[in-house]
């Protein structure tokens, strides 16, 4: 039982280059998340999947895209990378949306040059 | 607008001396609250949560207080162990809407236990 995995654990991408980052969970999570954090802003969230076939925007979307491409996997897209988007990013998964405890990836350290 | 503020980005104690991280919010429509701990490349990890029809929780060691009045809750680690030392975060959520199951953070307070 992995949990929440997330792939990959670094990538470093030039400006306008596009990138997927991927997550899993194996735990039959319902709800997904993609959270970004940066220094002194905690962790703010850029879309959610409350069940699969669902997406919708969190507090930050601007520059992302997501699929939820079956109950265990839910991908972030960055099409046009800019340097505002380096940042760690975690996935979290959760059974049901009524369940506040979130689970999360050990999370992808992305640098925007 | 920082809904959830934690505003001291760290705290040093000493092992075996009692541990407390505030959290403050603005907004009244959360209702949900939770505590997370995260170690260096690492990814958060659930520690504790009081519902707003409480104010107060305890797991062990940790215990969770929330005045609704003030819009404030605190985290009391006792007693405090080098084990500890990670970042805190706090999260909120409300139980209506569209903010069901979706969770705001705080920034944030590194925690230090020092043998």
């Known amino acids: 039982n992995a949990g929440v995995t997330q792939t990959p654990k670094f990538q470093v991408l030039k400006t306008g280059q596009s990138m997927t980052l991927q997550c899993a969970q194996d735990m039959n999570h319902n709800s997904m998340y993609w959270y970004r954090q940066d220094p002194g802003m905690g962790l703010r969230l850029i879309y959610y999947?409350?069940?699969?076939?669902?997406?919708d925007k969190g507090e930050v979307p601007n520059g992302y895209n997501v699929s939820r491409l079956n109950k265990r996997e839910f991908s972030l897209r960055l099409e046009s990378a800019a340097p505002s988007q380096t940042s760690v990013y975690f996935c979290a998964s959760t059974s049901t949306q009524s369940s506040y405890e979130q689970y999360f990836g050990p999370g992808t350290r992305l640098t925007v040059t | 607008d920082q809904q959830v503020k934690q505003n001291s980005p760290s705290l040093s104690v000493q092992e075996g001396r009692i541990s407390i991280l505030n959290c403050d919010y603005t907004?009244?429509?959360?209702?949900?609250f939770l505590w997370y701990k995260k170690y260096p490349a690492e990814g958060p990890t659930f520690l504790i949560s009081i519902s707003s029809i409480k104010d107060k929780n305890e797991d062990g060691r940790f215990t969770v207080f929330l005045n609704k009045s003030a819009k404030h809750l605190s985290l009391h680690i006792v007693p405090s162990q080098p084990g500890d030392s990670a970042v805190y975060f706090c999260a909120a959520s409300g139980t209506g809407g569209t903010s069901y199951g979706k969770l705001t953070f705080g920034q944030g307070t590194i925690l230090t236990v020092h043998p």
């Open positions: 907004n009244s429509m959360f209702d949900y």
């Open positions: 999947s409350a069940s699969e076939g669902t997406t």
